[in-house]
């Protein structure tokens, strides 16, 4: 019993001296909304220390044509809160591992289903791929020293992003495209029916996305009648009045959003419907 009493002792003061330290490759998270769709990515970013990265060769870190966890430690997971389009592959919601095998002139990137894998390559499954596809690699003028993976080049439309991973002097990007405009006109639909308020919110979007002018002028009317001093509701009425070949029309609501900023004393809108006007004479 003694004996024992000891071991335990001694397994609870091991256990209590076990050191934390800083990690070799630091875990990082990335994340940013796309449209309406959450993109994260986690992962662990090692360092070049002195080593040469990607190459052909038993030299290099990360050999071309071999298969790499796209990071340290137990792999890079990315998440979607919504089916997306991964390099033009339909991708359902959920959390993925990447895998990638670089080369010189072409990386094979990948996404993979099955996320307790972790960094073991040896365990790979291709039945378990949610996508595969290629992409060109891109020379950096400047050295990377940690891993980076970062998500950039959001479009305009908010309806695409790149994911790019980045390297000593590499750089890969893929595409990710989502889809927002079901849930937004699901959301239209159902919110016109008991809120008013949401016209002009409803008719900028039809504006902006290039959908029903006539519906849009329909919603963003209800809109500028229950708030007449809503100079930015008016200005967007002008100009699907505009879009609709009624410049008459057009000018008349422009001067009314006008006014209405003057009131306000918002001189960026004063401005902007200056232009405006301007712009209905070419």
Do not use: H
């Not at 875990?27 to 769709?37: E, K």
């Not at 020293?145 to 908010?158: A, H, Y």
């Amino acid at each position: 019993m003694r004996i024992t009493a000891l071991l335990i002792m001694l397994s609870c003061l091991m256990a209590e001296a076990q050191l934390q330290t800083p990690s070799a490759s630091p875990a990082s998270t990335v994340t940013t909304v796309v449209g309406l769709t959450d993109v994260k990515v986690n992962y662990s970013r090692p360092k070049m220390k002195g080593r040469k990265i990607f190459g052909e060769g038993t030299e290099y870190l990360v050999q071309y044509g071999k298969i790499w966890r796209t990071g340290a430690n137990s792999g890079t997971v990315i998440s979607f809160s919504d089916d997306v389009k991964v390099e033009g592959t339909a991708v359902p919601k959920g959390d993925y591992l990447i895998f990638s095998w670089p080369g010189a002139t072409e990386w094979t990137v990948s996404l993979y289903s099955d996320v307790k894998l972790g960094g073991n390559t040896d365990g790979y499954d291709k039945a378990k791929e949610a996508a595969r596809f290629t992409v060109k690699p891109e020379r950096l003028s400047e050295r990377v020293e940690m891993f980076t993976i970062n998500i950039s080049d959001i479009s305009d439309n908010n309806a695409n992003a790149k994911i790019q991973l980045a390297w000593e002097n590499t750089s890969v990007k893929f595409n990710v495209a989502v889809d927002f405009d079901s849930k937004v006109m699901k959301a239209i639909d159902a919110a016109t029916k008991v809120s008013p308020t949401v016209y002009g919110q409803a008719a900028s979007y039809y504006f902006e996305n290039g959908k029903d002018l006539r519906q849009a002028l329909e919603w963003m009317t209800i809109a500028c009648n229950a708030n007449p001093d809503a100079y930015w509701n008016l200005l967007t009425k002008a100009r699907i009045q505009k879009a609709l070949g009624d410049k008459a029309g057009a000018q008349a609501t422009s001067a009314l959003s006008r006014a209405a900023a003057v009131k306000a004393n918002n001189q960026d809108y004063v401005k902007l419907n200056d232009d405006f006007v301007k712009s209905l004479g070419k």
